[in-house]
T-cell receptor
Framework: DAGITQSPRHKVTETGTPVTLRCHQTENHRYMYWYRQDPGHGLRLIHYSYGVKDTDKGEVSDGYSVSRSKTEDFLLTLESATSSQTSVYFC???????????FGQGTRLTVV | QQQVKQSPQSLIVQKGGISIINCAYENTAFDYFPWYQQFPGKGPALLIAIRPDVSEKKEGRFTISFNKSAKQFSLHIMDSQPGDSATYFCAASGPGANNLFFGTGTRLTVIP
């Protein structure tokens, strides 16, 4: 498996609380991505990073923010969690958008 | 707007049969078309990928067929096995894009 670790793997949180998910890589890949996976919607891009402190929005970025202060870490923050953000979140890493993307094991987040 | 449209949403095939999943894209600049396989509880993993300089690519029982004029590509799984039961995602990317655009996924079930 590619050296990519997501934490936590499972989390239950209350509506309105902030939540941070962490993605850590040991592959020194330039690109890192956060996706959410929901039935009927496939994988939808939330935010991505193309270098340290270089980030951009994906198609479903509202309510989410990210930070990348080191090559190996990409954090996803839900500022104030809502029930619509209940989902499985995947981090992915890649040497480029036209190269193989390696996915983490996912984080199952439930907002109650 | 869905950049890549995938069908069917679900597919049931008998062991030994052929599984066919189709995808269509709009952006003629796309020039990288991978397929990802995802087992329950796991992150997606690259299965096979094609670039438009060829019309077909085969790896074992898995074949991608690519039709540039129709802007379509498909995954064929020959001699389908129960172990192939998984969710399959097509994706596309191209120059100027910083990410992969994924289809909505196809849940394949191969019955013994």
């Amino acid at each position: 498996d590619a050296g990519i670790t997501q934490s936590p793997r499972h989390k239950v949180t209350e509506t309105g609380t902030p939540v941070t998910l962490r993605c850590h890589q040991t592959e020194n890949h330039r690109y890192m991505y956060w996706y959410r996976q929901d039935p009927g919607h496939g994988l939808r891009l939330i935010h991505y990073s193309y270098g340290v402190k270089d980030t951009d929005k994906g198609e479903v970025s509202d309510g989410y923010s990210v930070s990348r202060s080191k090559t190996e870490d990409f954090l996803l923050t839900l500022e104030s969690a809502t029930s619509s953000q209940t989902s499985v979140y995947f981090c992915a890493i890649s040497g480029g958008p036209q190269r193989e993307a390696f996915f983490g094991q996912g984080t199952r987040l439930t907002v109650v | 707007q869905q950049q890549v449209k995938q069908s069917p949403q679900s597919l049931i095939v008998q062991k030994g049969g052929i599984s066919i999943i189709n995808c269509a894209y709009e952006n003629t600049a796309f020039d990288y078309f991978p397929w990802y396989q995802q087992f329950p509880g796991k992150g997606p993993a690259l299965l096979i990928a094609i670039r438009p300089d060829v019309s077909e690519k085969k790896e074992g029982r898995f074949t991608i067929s690519f039709n540039k004029s129709a802007k379509q590509f498909s995954l064929h799984i020959m001699d389908s096995q129960p172990g192939d039961s998984a969710t399959y995602f097509c994706a596309a990317s191209g120059p100027g894009a910083n990410n992969l655009f994924f289809g909505t996924g196809t849940r394949l079930t191969v019955i013994p």
